[in-house]
Every structure is written in structure tokens, then in C-alpha cells.
């Protein structure tokens, strides 16, 4: 058994050092603090060790403005199973710190009056304020809290952690962050009041809180507080780096300023919690393959309570709605929408290109009480919407606005149902091959199954099939991305599945796979290394997977020299390649991307230069976190610019990339072809 260690205190309340600038007391024992007494910073250096405060504080600024506290209370790097508890840190630029650890547990602290800033305008201001973790993974914070801060408890690439009844709340940021996390337990928190806003003033400018961005993914959020935020739980996506797979329920979201729940990103549920008296409940642009069970989302955006940014016809809001991005393969079950000042639940594609960019595609709408709203629900611009055994009473206008370019809406007429949806699963390819058909079928699986006939209908746009086959074929001769949308009724409910599929063609790969040979890169500050990677790819033995760290956070040039003779360009009409991206940085990519060089011998040279920039705005939503097909035409067009002349014979391709920042970028390309 280790001996305790009881510390005297670094500093007294009189000293005239800041403790900031004193000496840390440094631990690497058991230790037990004297709550008589107060401390400075302290730095953790032993691994599976016990630090008792006993309710001892930790100090920095004694006083003055919050936003110019500087330091850290307790630090620690590389080390793990510490446990810490009973201590009160005050004054810092960060209360904790703690990098790359496991088993640590944190309980019964209070990291309350750290750095605040509530006078802070819009835009990022730095990860301090009570907790901020990184690369901690299989670790407890337990009943701790952290008031008045900037961000209460931020994660930063940490894993399977349990976070359960802390009060992380009143803070001018938000209450929790989490960039890269995932697999972490939060439940049974207070997460409440992550707001900031002057009196007076229209928005919350960019507090929330709790945000989940940047691949953070099968979180679960039980039970938690998440009240009177800017927003109340806000998956942000402004680099193109989804969040999925994330399950919450149970939470309270309620009286947000701006949206309760704002969402933007694919393929992630929402079950039993309650969105009400916000400008909005849910706001789920970008929000494909969503599932919205048995929640509350309702008396939003009225006149006397939250109501920022009417976006509905007339000033309007709405209880659940998905605007302004894509929302393909959406359930909605079982929710409650009642007094919202516009639509209970609201589904509106692309109007500025009146659906042409993208419409909601592929709904099932069911078992939904709208109630006492302007429109029970709204479409506009919408596709295969399946509409059945909703209740409606009271609203204003419509029980159901059927609006412009509603296509394949099915309205089935029951009211009472007398069992589950059906339960099924869909068998199929991610990925195929041109002129080789691909097969498609569906299972359905044991269940409480009505004695009904099934219907099965396809949709593979443009093509659709509708009847009673559970199998679907068909063989594709262009590449590119297509969704693959199958709903199964029972003349009642219906359930549905859906497949992101992607159709490549068989061609001869130009330095993308079996050979990371003849790449390198232009940027002289930044180092790119090539790998050949088997996990990610679509087409051939492998991928060619560019990693650039560090990066200059300038264009970047990927470049592949052929072999001495080079490829002839005769008959040739475009250059073909599958790409996929990961791009931690915010805002992301910056100018045109990606532009293409193609090189011959001595100067002969010939650029083709993209009209925007693809990556920022890739064709298809779900080329977020999969793959783009681009087939650049060598004779240029209107989307791709070019200049100089085609060289006779291929020496070299050139493919620039531009990112606002100079994080680590990770490109993968696979496919790249002439034709």
C-alpha cells in the first residue's frame, strides 16, 4: 500500500507572486491536501495515484476580469489511472488539463470561475475554461462541477468515457465540446444555460450548450439537462467532417434561444426527448438518414417566447424541420408537435434551384400528433414520402401543405393500426461495376408480424419498381453515386432502408494501386507521405492514401510522374478519379479545388481549373464522408477552365488542394484513369 503524502499549501492568500508564476507543486504519490489551506498550480506526474482535496483550493487570480485568468490548476500528460476528487480550482485560464491518459477518474471537483467570457462576439475563442481533456480515453467524471467558465468540460479526441451527474452549467460558451470523440457515455448531467447574449440582443451569437463536431460519433446522451441554450445540443459540421451514429435520449433541450436541437449531420437518432419553446425544436439541414422517435418538439417560435430566424412562409417556424440541406432516408414516428408558430414538421428541399440541387427524399412519416399548429406538415420540394396514421386537430391552415414540386407522396388512409412496422433488413452491394448487374434484396425479419400482405417500392432514380418483389436488379453503365431507397407497407406502417452506392467502372489505374511509386508533393512546407490503403477503396487491390503533416495551410500539390515514355493522350477525352477527403480544419478548404495539371516533356503543359471550389461543394450530400467521382473533361467546359495545350504524351498529374488552415490533411484517391 502506498504512503499518503499530505502537502502544505504552495502559497498563502497574501503572498505577493502570482501563483501562476511560482513553481508547480509536482505529484507522483498518493496525496492528500489540507482544505485549511490554499494551493497553486499543481502538475500530476504519477501514474495510478489518488489526489484527495478534501476540499482544498487550488487559486490562481485572487480577482479581476475572468477572461484574463492565465495558467492551469491541475495539469497532467502521459499519465493514467489517476483518480481526482474533492478539490475546488479557481482563477485559471483552465481549471484541468489533462493529455493522452486512461483510467482516470474526476469526482466531486468544482472548476467553477475559470476564464468567462460573456462578452465575447461570434467565432471560436480557444478550448479552456473548467475541463478540458485530450486524448483521454476509459476514464469517469463523476458529480463534478464547473459554473461561470467559458466551456465547461471540453473532449478532444477521447474515447469510451462515462460522463454521469455533473453540473456543468452557466457558462459563455458551452457546457460540454466534443471534437473526434467518440464511444462516450453522457447521462445524467446538467448541461444547461451554455448561452451568450447581451440583453436585448437577437442571437446567441455561437454558444450552445453542447456542440459535437468533427467525427464524433456513437456517443450516447441520456437523461441530460440541456435547457435554455443559444441552442440545446448542436451537431455542427463546418469542415465537411460528420458526426454520426449518435443516440440521444431522454434530454431536455427546451427554451433554447435559436434551436433546441440543431443538427447537420447523417444517421443519428433521436428518441423520447423534448424540443419545446425554442425559435425552433429540431433544425436538421444536412440531416440524412435521420430517426426522430416519440419526441416533444412543440410551442416553437411564437411571439412572446424564442422566435430568431423565421424561415416558413408568413414569419414561420416549426416544431421538427430539415431546410436548407438534404435530408434523404428520414423517419418520423411517433413525435408530439403541438402550438408551433408554423409547421409541426416541416420537410423543404433546394429553393433556389426549386429542387433540382436536392429535394427530401425517401420519408416516412407516422404516428405523429400535430396538433394546434399553422401547417400539421409542410412539404416543399420533396420526393417518396410515405404519410399514414397521424393525428391532426386544430391547425390553423393545413392538415397536410402539400407544396411546389411534391412528387410520389402517398397519403395511406388509417387511422388505427394493429401492430408494428414492419421489420427488415436490405442485402445488397455498396459498391458495383458498370455493365455488371447488381442485386438488391430485402429480408423481412421475425417479428410481430400482422398477417398482411407486404409492398415493396423501389426507387433507384430515375428508375422505380413497385409491387410485391423483396428483390431489386439492375445493371448501371455510367460511374457515380446513386441512393438506392427501398420502402416495405403492410397496408398500415411502413419501414424503410436505403444503400449509398457507388458505380465504378473497370479501367487501368494510373498510380492507384498495388505501387505508391512516383508521387510527391510541390509544397515545400509541407510533408506528404503515401500509403497504399486496402480499407478504403472502391475499386482494384487499394487506394492511394496522401497523409500532409505538417501542412503549410497553402496549396498543396499531389504530384504522380509516369514512367520515362509516358501515357499517349491521343483519343483520350477526360481524366477520371475517385476522391475522398478529410479536413480537420474550420472553415475548411479555401479558392478552387481541386485544379488539374496535366504534363508532358520539357514545358508542355496544360491546366484545367475547376469554376468553384468541389470540395467545399461536393455534388451529393453523402460525398461528405465517402467519395466523389470526377471525370474532367480534357477539352475543358464550363465547369472546368482550361489552358495551354493538351501535351502529346503524359509525364505527369498534378492535383492541387487549398485549406484555410494547416492541420493535418487526408486525401485518398482511387481510380484515376484516362478514357
Not at 98 to 122: A, M, Q
Not at 352 to 378: A, P
Not at 593 to 608: A, Q, V
Request: glycine content about 10%; aromatic content about 8%.
Amino acid at each position: 500500500m502506498l504512503a499518503v503524502v499530505i502537502f502544505p499549501p504552495l502559497f498563502s492568500a497574501s503572498a505577493a507572486e502570482k501563483p501562476v508564476n511560482r513553481p508547480p507543486l509536482v505529484v507522483e504519490k498518493d496525496t492528500q491536501l489540507d482544505p485549511a489551506k490554499t494551493y497553486g498550480r499543481i502538475v500530476i506526474k504519477g501514474s495510478n495515484i489518488t489526489i484527495d482535496g478534501k476540499g482544498a483550493s487550488i487559486i490562481g487570480a485572487m480577482d479581476g476580469d475572468p477572461k484574463t485568468f492565465q495558467g492551469t490548476g491541475f495539469s497532467a500528460e502521459g499519465v493514467s489511472g489517476v483518480t481526482l476528487r474533492n478539490v475546488k480550482v479557481k482563477g485559471w485560464e483552465t481549471g484541468l488539463a489533462v493529455k493522452r491518459g486512461e483510467n482516470w477518474t474526476i469526482e466531486n471537483c468544482d472548476f467553477s470561475g475559470n476564464f468567462h467570457d460573456p462578452k465575447f462576439g461570434w467565432g471560436e475563442n480557444g478550448r479552456r475554461g473548467g475541463i478540458v481533456l485530450t486524448g483521454v480515453k476509459k476514464s469517469k467524471l463523476l458529480k463534478n462541477q464547473a459554473h461561470d467558465v467559458w466551456d465547461a468540460c471540453v473532449l478532444v479526441d477521447c474515447d469510451e468515457n462515462t460522463l454521469e451527474g455533473n453540473n456543468f452549467s452557466h457558462t459563455s460558451d458551452t457546457c460540454l465540446k466534443l471534437w473526434n470523440s467518440s464511444d462516450n457515455i453522457i447521462q445524467d448531467n446538467v448541461l444547461s444555460h451554455g448561452i451568450r447574449k447581451d440583453p436585448g440582443e437577437v442571437h446567441a451569437r455561437d454558444s450552445t450548450s453542447v456542440l459535437i463536431e468533427s467525427g464524433s460519433n456513437r456517443n450516447r446522451f441520456l437523461r441530460n439537462d440541456c435547457t435554455h441554450g443559444g441552442d440545446g445540443i448542436f451537431i455542427r459540421v463546418l469542415n465537411g467532417w460528420v458526426s454520426t451514429d449518435n443516440y440521444f435520449e431522454e434530454n431536455d433541450c427546451s427554451y433554447a434561444n435559436n434551436n433546441c436541437v440543431e443538427a447537420w449531420s447523417p444517421r443519428n437518432t433521436w428518441v423520447r426527448n423534448k424540443a419545446n419553446h425554442g425559435s425552433y425544436g429540431f433544425w436538421l439541414g444536412a440531416s440524412d438518414q435521420n430517426v426522430l422517435i416519440g419526441n416533444e418538439a412543440s410551442f416553437n417560435g411564437l411571439p412572446d417566447g424564442n422566435h430568431n430566424s423565421p424561415h416558413l412562409p408568413d414569419n414561420g417556424h416549426a416544431g421538427i424541420v430539415f431546410m436548407f440541406g438534404p435530408s434523404s432516408h428520414t423517419v418520423l414516428r411517433g413525435n408530439k408537435c403541438e402550438g408551433n408558430n408554423g409547421a409541426g414538421i416541416a420537410g423543404i428541399g433546394d429553393l433556389d434551384s426549386k429542387g433540382k440541387k436536392w429535394k427530401v427524399f425517401h420519408w416516412i412519416i407516422e404516428q405523429n400528433r400535430l396538433f394546434k399548429n399553422r401547417w400539421g406538415i409542410y412539404l416543399q420540394h420533396a420526393d417518396f414520402i410515405e404519410v399514414a396514421a397521424n393525428e391532426f386537430n386544430g391547425n390553423a391552415k393545413e392538415d397536410i401543405h402539400e407544396g411546389e414540386n411534391v412528387t410520389r407522396l402517398t397519403r395511406h388512409a388509417v387511422t388505427k393500426v394493429s401492430g408494428p412496422p414492419p421489420d427488415i433488413k436490405l442485402s445488397g452491394p455498396s459498391a458495383c461495376t458498370v455493365a455488371e448487374q447488381a442485386t438488391f434484396s430485402v429480408e423481412v425479419l421475425p417479428s410481430i408480424l400482422k398477417k398482411r400482405t407486404l409492398n415493396y417500392r423501389w426507387v433507384i432514380s430515375p428508375l422505380e419498381t413497385e409491387g410485391k418483389t423483396s428483390k431489386f436488379q439492375h445493371t448501371f453503365i455510367e460511374p457515380g453515386f446513386q441512393r438506392v431507397a427501398i420502402t416495405v407497407g403492410d397496408g398500415e406502417l411502413s419501414s424503410l432502408a436505403w444503400r449509398d452506392l457507388y458505380i465504378v467502372e473497370n479501367i487501368v489505374e494510373i498510380g492507384t494501386d498495388k505501387s505508391t511509386d512516383g508521387w510527391g508533393g510541390s509544397d515545400p512546407g509541407s510533408k506528404v507521405n503515401f500509403e497504399l490503403d486496402a480499407k478504403n477503396k472502391l475499386l482494384g487491390e487499394s487506394s492511394l492514401l496522401a497523409k500532409i503533416s505538417p501542412y503549410s495551410g497553402g496549396r498543396v500539390t499531389l504530384v504522380h510522374k509516369l514512367p520515362k515514355d509516358g501515357i499517349s493522350l491521343k483519343d483520350k477525352k477526360q481524366l477520371v478519379f475517385w476522391l475522398k477527403t478529410r479536413n480537420e480544419n474550420v472553415p475548411a478548404w479555401q479558392d478552387v479545388n481541386p485544379p488539374i495539371t496535366l504534363r508532358g516533356s520539357g514545358d508542355e503543359k496544360m491546366t484545367l481549373t475547376p469554376k468553384g471550389d468541389f470540395l467545399s461543394q461536393p455534388p451529393y450530400n453523402e460525398a461528405r464522408e465517402g467519395w466523389t467521382y470526377f471525370a474532367v473533361p480534357l477539352a475543358g467546359n464550363d465547369d472546368w477552365k482550361k489552358s495551354g495545350e493538351l501535351p502529346a504524351a503524359l509525364r505527369a498529374i498534378e492535383i492541387g488542394f487549398d485549406s484555410w488552415g494547416a492541420p493535418p490533411l487526408l486525401i485518398w484517391i482511387d481510380g484515376m484513369g484516362l478514357k
